[in-house]
């Protein structure tokens, strides 16, 4: 099992920045990827941003590209993200994600680990 713990969130007014963490123990020897997702209040759980835990690959969604940065410390088995220019759209729970296999990096059901998440609010 990998376990993720979440930290960073907080409340920033708009055009504000934040830095989450993700620090994993446990078989991190086993991860291909690390992500992160938000979830907002009535909607459903979506992709924010993820890395490979070996290697330099990253991938954004389209609403955060350009103003996110996803990052990894493999020494410290930690995950960041980057927020730069926040909107209060990107207000949510964000939640760090681990997964074993290759397969769908981007979806949230591909998905083997999930931290307890972390509120992101931002104020207009």
């Known amino acids: 099992q990998v376990q993720l713990v979440e930290s960073g969130g907080g409340l920033v007014q708009a055009g504000g920045s934040l830095r989450l963490s993700c620090a994993a123990s446990?078989?991190?020897?086993?991860?291909?990827?690390m992500g992160w997702f938000r979830q907002a209040p009535g909607k459903e759980r979506e992709f924010v941003a993820a890395?490979?835990?070996?290697?330099?690959?990253?991938y954004y969604a389209d609403s955060v590209e350009a103003r996110f940065t996803i990052s990894r410390d493999n020494a410290k088995n930690t995950v960041y993200l980057q927020m730069n220019s926040l909107k209060p759209e990107d207000t949510a729970v964000y939640y760090c994600?681990?997964?074993?296999?290759?397969?769908?990096?981007?979806?949230?059901?591909?998905?083997?680990?999930w931290g307890q998440g972390t509120q992101v609010t931002v104020s207009s």
């Open positions: 994600a681990g997964k074993r296999g290759s397969v769908g990096v981007m979806s949230v059901a591909r998905y083997d680990y």
């Open positions: 890395i490979r835990w070996s290697g330099s690959t990253t």
């Open positions: 446990g078989r991190t020897f086993s991860i291909y990827a």
